[in-house]
């Protein structure tokens, strides 16, 4: 597949011609990564998840309870892709609601690892992930709530970035978690990464979280030789497994050898990152998700009353979902507000200014995405299990750090390992730049 950049540079012509080849090719590929194939206008094809409203174009955020709901308007991303000659092609699978690591939640089944069509793409957004690693997309738009970006992108050996909370505009995305969510590229490379994240980051007044800060260009401002202070954080990788260990400790050394300095750090409040995130998300989703009630969006199921159409309606959320709506009301009850909820505020304050203590030495930490390579299909059953899997990517939406994930090899069975260059918050650039060096340096192949 041609890269984004190369992309640009074609004709209409040429652009269309490679539009009904990734099609044909997507429905060829039996990966399940495409569960449509709309197209919003005229441009290099931009694949969108499912959680992303197009106007005109239905958007399920992978759930049975939105069947039949057609976007009104444009994600403010949308109308920032268009301005800057891409189009919206194609709804990527995903978990449903966003909820998930695995894309097996989602009502159109799961989507296929093109490294391995028994292993997961990772999730949630699983399809995008697919697609640009499956050569059946140039490149896609995910969201990332606690790693839906980065962790698929791991996964499916290619790249995914999560900007800083509050750069690109979340009007539009159906939400999660409000407080934790942006929307970021997935592409085949760094720089493709940057060229996207440049066309749909914004400030946006339709957002109340979106910043004003000024906007420079990453994509034409990027530097492979720059120099920077790296920290790595030896306690924590100790969870990650011996292949991972490996790949993290190999990279180090490959950073040494750029020229960058590597300054090692401890965390102490690592432990506490997976109860918090799942404390602080499933508060704010049960809030959000409170609107699907039957009567203003997607399917309704009809009852005798009111009250028996909304609970035959919600029937449709599946197990996770329910899962985390249950949780999100017990933390946020009375009784357990204090216990749980407003602690996690507080710890969420301890863990940002962990890394803003690092930040004042360093100017990127390196971390792995997840301890695993992508299981198999079928295999995580267990929710605290999948929970678990979050452990590396979680803590930096609760802090809004950007963070890019990068391929940097491969395991015994040949399935891709990714790490994760996190950067000090509006600080983009660097970890571009500190991620095109790396990129080079390991010159990964598919
Ligand atoms: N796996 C995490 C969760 O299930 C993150 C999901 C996401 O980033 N949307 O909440």
Redesign the pocket.
């Known amino acids: 597949m041609i890269t984004l950049k190369e992309a640009l540079t074609k004709s209409r012509d040429e652009l269309e011609l490679l539009r009904f080849e990734m099609e044909s090719k997507a429905k060829e590929s039996g990966l399940n990564a495409y569960i449509d194939f709309s197209l919003a206008g005229e441009g290099v094809p931009i694949l969108i998840k499912d959680n992303i409203q197009v106007k005109g174009w239905s958007i399920t955020s992978g759930s049975e309870i939105l069947q039949g709901y057609v976007a009104p308007y444009n994600a403010t991303v949308i109308n920032n892709l268009q301005k800057k000659g891409f189009t919206p092609f194609g709804r990527a699978n995903m ?1 449903e609601f ?4 695995t894309t097996e939640s989602s009502f159109y089944g799961v989507t296929k690892n093109p490294y391995g069509e028994d292993r997961v793409p990772g ?3 699983g399809g995008s992930a697919a697609a640009v690693a499956g050569g059946i997309a140039i490149a896609a738009l995910g ?7 980065r ?1 698929p992108a791991s996964y499916c050996g290619c790249v995914g970035m999560k900007p800083t909370y509050g750069r690109v505009s979340r009007f539009g995305l159906a939400s ?2 409000s407080s ?2 942006q929307i970021g590229p997935i592409t085949q490379n760094v720089e493709d990464a940057s060229i996207l994240y440049d066309a749909i980051a914004s400030y946006d007044e339709k957002d109340s979280t979106s910043s004003s800060l000024e906007l420079v260009s990453t994509s034409e401002n990027l530097d492979a030789n720059r120099k920077f202070t790296i920290a790595v954080t030896d306690n924590y990788i100790a969870e990650a497994n011996p292949e991972i260990q490996e790949a993290y400790a190999k990279t180090v050394k490959v950073l040494e050898e750029l020229g960058h300095t590597i300054v090692h750090k401890t965390m102490a409040n690592t432990k506490y990152d997976i109860a918090t ?2 404390i602080v ?1 499933t508060a704010e989703a049960t809030t959000n998700l409170a609107r699907y009630d039957g009567i203003r969006y997607g399917k309704r199921v009809e009852g005798s009353n009111l009250e028996e159409t909304y609970i035959n309606t919600r029937a449709q959320f599946g197990d ?1 979902v329910k899962r ?1 709506i249950m949780l999100g009301n017990f933390v946020l009850s009375s009784g357990y507000y204090d216990a749980y909820y407003i602690k996690a505020q507080k710890v969420r304050h301890l863990i940002r200014d962990e890394f803003n203590k690092i930040f004042e030495e360093a100017d990127l930490i390196l971390s792995p995405v997840a301890p695993t390579v992508a299981p198999k299909i079928g295999s995580t059953q267990d929710p605290l299990e ?2 678990k ?2 452990m590396y ?2 803590a930096i ?1 609760l802090a809004g750090l950007p963070a890019i994930s990068l391929p940097v090899a491969k395991d015994r069975e040949g399935m891709p390992i990714g790490l994760q260059l996190i950067g000090k918050a509006f600080d983009e650039q660097a970890v571009f730049d500190g991620a095109l060096s790396l990129e080079k340096a390991v010159n990964y192949t598919k």
């Open positions: 978990d966003a909820m998930g690591s999730g949630s957004s969201s990332d709530t606690g790693g839906s970006i962790q999660y978690a934790l969510d995130y799942y998300a996770e985390r999948m929970y899997s979050d990517t979680i939406n």
